[in-house]
């Protein structure tokens, strides 16, 4: 794997939100796709932890599988991007906290998904692996569901009892057009809106509701093309500052790192 960085463009990209997908030469494609974006790092997380079409009934249908995602899959290919690929660590709430209590170091941040592992927001198992986030100092990255437990009303609730801990509502909330998620987050100043997915008359309303300080760009790459994400934040409205913010600087400060674009261009 060969990274690929110059010092074309004088706006750096941070993805928040990309997967790892458990294929050949996943990573080499991720990095592609960044350097055809002008995307220069992104947070990776395993994905493929089964196949789309049943992640696609299941979020209809209910159903969940308790097997692990390939996170060491996800920390070799971070390890060998030259810094460009950010590990986070998929949770299996059917396991103990323990093997991610013991591996934290190693990682950046932790993701719950309620649609893969059926677990919800609101189940002690969730809990424990957030207290376990805490206290490694990591954010936690979530997708909620129009289900008991896994909505945005359970996640409000979870932020709320674990304020020193940030927490990152992806896609904007649920479906294409969640403006309720942005109201409800609204006074919850450790939950950030991650913008992969939604129109972009939501990032437009995140906007104006939670500020630039909350917004996290994400392109959900490679089910989406990042081109496609960042161009929807373009015409979305956001300016100069707003644009930065989203891009880059709120995902450092998330991250626990110093800005440093100087160091880190979009690919040319």
Request: glycine share 10%.
């Amino acid at each position: 794997m060969s990274p690929h960085l110059t010092t074309a463009d004088p706006r750096p990209v941070l993805d928040f939100h990309v997967r790892l997908a458990p294929v050949e030469h996943a990573a080499d494609r991720l990095l592609s796709m960044m350097d055809e974006s002008g995307v220069a790092r992104a947070v990776v997380c395993a994905g493929g932890t089964m196949p789309l079409e049943r992640l696609s009934r299941n979020l209809i249908e209910g159903g969940h599988i308790e097997t692990d995602a390939d996170n060491e899959a996800v920390r070799a290919a971070c390890a060998a991007s030259g810094g460009r690929l950010v590990p986070f660590w998929f949770a299996n709430p059917h396991r103990d906290p323990a093997e991610y209590r013991e591996r934290a170091a190693e990682f950046r941040g932790l993701e719950i998904s309620p649609a893969v592992h059926g677990v919800g927001l609101d189940d002690p198992r969730t809990a424990a692996l957030v207290a376990a986030a805490g206290e490694a100092g990591h954010s936690v990255y979530t997708v909620c569901l129009e289900r008991p437990g896994a909505t945005v009303a359970d996640l409000v609730k979870l932020a709320a009892g674990h304020p020193d801990v940030t927490f990152v509502l992806g896609h904007m909330g649920i479906g294409n057009i969640d403006l309720y998620a942005l109201e409800l987050v609204g006074d919850l100043p450790n939950v950030l809106a991650e913008t992969s997915g939604g129109y972009a008359v939501v990032a437009r309303t995140a906007l104006r509701l939670l500020g630039p300080d909350r917004i996290l760009f994400g392109s959900e790459a490679p089910l989406q093309h990042p081109a496609t994400e960042l161009d929807k934040l373009r015409r979305a409205g956001f300016e100069d500052a707003d644009w930065h913010a989203a891009t880059w600087r709120n995902a450092c400060r998330v991250l626990g790192e110093p800005e440093r674009t100087r160091e880190w261009r979009s690919p040319g």
